[in-house]
């Protein structure tokens, strides 16, 4: 059926949609309903983002094609929505207000669900004002009103797109975070980038020439910590993204770093007589305290949500192996038994799994839970980031950043272009 979906799950999901409508009259402004997540290459909601018309009256409709598209490509990449091609638009950007909307224009092209607004323009101020409609039920689901400049359009796209999400599932979107990664594109040098989740703006935030490796945020989204060849080393480096200001944070040759949860220390793998063993570190770089002490390869420590464990890599079973210790002091707990090679880990926001990389048949990203069990295949790729919603992750494949569903039924395609792209990590929600 073009542009539609099969009678029996538009069956399913119109009754889906009663059911919010339900839920709005019980707790308005807060609906939730459920979509299940498609089959691979099923299809998703099918929902229809038209372009925010120009309430100025004249003048360009451009801001508000961007809008749309951005939007577009959020719900795109969140596996849960099909949105449905703009040239298939019988009705155009006019009627923003209710009265004024033809939904039978919309549900003859198979949308169920239906954004539309306008934006006003007084020099550089920007007014966004979106709205999400049921078109089954000629319903308003819900809407928000932004004020910004016109720089600010991709961010108000971004958090619309998460309180779509929110309304149509119970949970907002991760699509106001951004990703850094690493990347030689443009040179030889494998370098630090940030894009959204748009994965076209992409921005490059260190000039080293050099090689640098393992971005990770801290959690106001201000400053990261990576791994730098640029002095020898290689050495821990945290990066204002504010100032471009940089600084060491330890003498110690280094591999990994993590910033935990409430940023008030970094986890990081640093060479010490030898030894490769796990340290916590001040945001400044001072020693706060010695983790493991051991002769075996201790590296990549992810933090728990609620900063008080640590998932890493080690060897000391005799292959690269995930393992779990609480950074009080107790015993360490192997986690993973299945395949001789399991490394780069990285917890869920929710705590409830622990992805990482394993190589079998090439890399593969895994899911286990946090207490044990049988890990679970997502992917083809390696470096797992989570989101902050704990729905998707961010891992690198042949070169580029792409965004899985946790349980891999959905997986797209995040950057395009020259270079490798590699070791992805994904920040909390950006105000």
């Given at each position: 059926m073009k542009n539609g979906v099969g009678m029996v799950n538009r069956g399913v999901v119109c009754g889906v949609l009663a059911a919010l409508f339900i839920c709005n009259f019980a707790a308005p402004g807060l609906a939730q309903i459920r979509i299940d997540v498609p089959e691979p290459g099923g299809a998703g909601l099918p929902i229809a983002i038209a372009p925010l018309k120009n309430q100025n009256g004249e003048g360009s409709q451009r801001l508000g094609e961007d809008f749309a598209d951005i939007v577009a490509r959020d719900l795109d990449l969140s596996g849960l929505f099909r949105p449905i091609d703009r040239a298939a638009y019988i009705e155009g950007p006019e009627g923003l207000l209710f009265s004024a909307i033809n939904f039978h224009n919309w549900s003859m092209i198979g949308a169920l669900a239906l954004v539309k607004g306008g934006f006003w323009i007084d020099d550089n101020s920007l007014i966004v004002e979106a709205r999400l409609f049921d078109v089954a039920q000629r319903k308003e689901l819900g809407g928000k009103r932004y004020r910004g400049e016109r720089k600010d359009l991709r961010r108000m796209a971004h958090r619309f797109a998460d309180h779509v999400m929110l309304l149509l599932t119970g949970e907002a979107g991760p699509f106001s975070a951004k990703i850094a990664f690493v990347s030689?594109?443009?040179?030889?040098?494998?370098?630090?980038?940030?894009?959204d989740?748009?994965?076209?703006e992409i921005v490059q935030v260190t000039k080293d020439r050099r090689i640098n490796l393992?971005?990770?945020?801290?959690?106001?989204?201000?400053?990261?910590?990576y791994i730098s060849y640029k002095q020898g080393g290689p050495y821990p480096y945290r990066l204002d993204l504010f100032s471009g200001q940089g600084?060491?944070?330890s003498s110690m040759v280094g591999y990994s770093s993590r910033w935990s949860p409430d940023g008030s220390m970094i986890a990081a793998s640093l060479e010490q007589g030898g030894d490769l063993d796990l340290f916590l570190l001040s945001p400044e770089g001072s020693t706060i305290r010695h983790l493991t002490e051991n002769s075996e390869i201790d590296i990549s420590p992810a933090w728990s949500p609620d900063g008080q464990r640590l998932a890493f890599c080690s060897n000391?079973?005799?292959?690269?192996?995930i393992y779990i210790m609480n950074i009080n002091g107790g015993s360490i707990r192997r986690l993973t038994f299945t395949g001789n090679y399991?490394?780069?880990?990285?917890?869920s926001p929710k705590g409830d799994l622990i992805a990482y990389t394993s190589r079998?048949?090439?890399?593969r990203i895994m899911s286990i839970r946090a207490s044990g069990g049988e890990p679970h295949e997502v992917a083809a790729g390696e470096d797992p980031s989570w989101s902050p919603d704990g729905r998707y992750l961010v891992f690198s494949s042949r070169g580029r950043l792409r965004i899985a569903s946790k349980d891999g039924r959905s997986v797209k395609q995040l950057t395009g272009g020259g270079g490798d792209d590699t070791s992805p990590a994904w920040s909390a929600r950006l105000e």
């Open positions: 030689n594109r443009g040179g030889r040098a494998k370098e630090l980038f940030v894009t989740l748009t994965g076209t393992g971005p990770s945020w801290n959690p106001t989204g201000s400053a990261l910590t600084s060491r944070l000391r079973s005799g292959s690269p192996q399991n490394t780069s880990p990285a917890w079998l048949s090439g890399f």
